[in-house]
């Protein structure tokens, strides 16, 4: 029972590299939300899918590219790395929208 | 947009006493669902509790319990007899109505770190 995966668990990248975090739950889940925290911020959305084919932007998007070719994957990827991108990124997942979402254990970036 | 808002950065409880972890929201909604999650040192982002809007009672899950005043929008968290375990960070969440496009969007307080004392 895997529940959300997200890898790696940890990523140092230089400025400018792009890279793409992964995440994948096996709950037949049809919402999957990315969020970044930062210290003092709380959890902030930057994309979200209601379903495969579908996403759309949250509140912090920009940097960021989401796609959703199947109902298992939601990958999140910097196009290009910058330090303000250092965050730790998590991955969450819900079957319906009035269900509780599971989050993943998160994915710590370090930009230098 | 929906704002949550934390007002208790940090609270400390001697163990086995009750403390009660602040919430407010500000939303135009009538129909919505509100959530508290732990954080521990391990990072992982565990449900403690959900409240449906539409619903007075108050949700309680073993030694967790909300206030939650909607017309004060309000939704604060009670833990009874607080044991070691329950230090952890503590984030307050909206949800939007299912019927609304934003319906899959969390919208996070800032959190409170709850400190447990012997």
């Known amino acids: 029972n895997a529940g959300v995966t997200q890898t790696p668990k940890f990523q140092v990248l230089k400025t400018g590299q792009s890279m793409t975090l992964q995440c994948a739950q096996d709950?037949?889940?049809?919402?999957m939300s990315w969020y970044r925290q930062d210290p003092g911020m709380g959890l902030r959305l930057i994309h979200y899918?209601?379903?495969?084919?579908?996403?759309d932007q949250g509140e912090v998007p920009n940097g960021y590219n989401v796609s959703r070719s199947t109902t298992e994957d939601f990958p999140l990827r910097l196009l290009s790395a910058a330090p303000s991108q250092t965050s730790v990124y998590f991955c969450?997942?819900?079957?319906?929208?009035?269900?509780?979402?599971?989050f993943g254990d998160g994915t710590r970036l370090s930009i230098l | 947009a929906q704002t949550v808002t934390q007002s208790q950065p940090e609270m400390s409880v001697q163990e086995a006493e009750t403390v009660t972890l602040s919430c407010t929201y500000d939303?135009?909604?009538?129909?919505?669902?509100l959530f508290w999650y732990k954080q521990p040192p391990s990072r992982q982002m565990i449900l403690v509790i959900r409240?449906?809007?539409?619903?007075?009672q108050n949700a309680t899950e073993n030694r967790f319990s909300v206030n939650f005043q909607k017309a004060a929008k309000s939704f604060s968290l009670k833990i009874s007899d607080s044991q070691l375990g329950d230090a952890a960070m503590y984030f307050c969440?909206?949800?939007?109505?299912?019927?609304?496009?934003?319906?899959?969007?969390?919208?996070f307080g800032t959190g409170t770190r709850l400190q447990v004392t012997l």
């Open positions: 969450a997942s819900s079957f319906a929208s009035n269900q509780p979402q599971h």
């Open positions: 709950m037949n889940h049809e919402y």
């Open positions: 899918s209601v379903g495969a084919g579908i996403t």
């Open positions: 939303t135009s909604e009538s129909d919505y669902y």
């Open positions: 409240q449906e809007a539409y619903k007075q």
């Open positions: 969440a909206y949800r939007s109505p299912p019927y609304t496009g934003t319906a899959s969007k969390l919208t």
